[in-house]
């Protein structure tokens, strides 16, 4: 059973009826700026571990 783009058209379709487009942009900005803090993390933790590198 494949999904195809009418299939996932109309899935939006009812997603955003349900939801309203005013919270799924809430929602979207939100799991934005948690990846976005993410990748920060991960960036600094890379960071810190080339340190300690450096410093052994």
Same mark, same amino acid.
């Given at each position: 059973?494949?999904?195809? /783009?009418? *299939? ?7 997603? /955003?009826? @349900?939801? !309203?487009? +005013?919270?799924?942009? *809430? @929602?979207?900005?939100?799991? !934005?700026?948690? @990846?976005? !803090?993410? +990748? +920060? ?9 080339? $340190?300690?590198? +450096? @410093? $052994?």
């Amino acid at each position: 059973m494949s999904f195809s /783009i009418p *299939h996932l058209l109309v899935f939006l379709a009812v997603v /955003i009826l @349900l939801f !309203g487009t +005013k919270k799924l942009r *809430h @929602l979207g900005s939100d799991l !934005g700026s948690a @990846l976005k !803090g993410f +990748k +920060k993390a991960m960036s600094d933790d890379e960071v810190e571990s080339k $340190n300690d590198d +450096k @410093l $052994n």
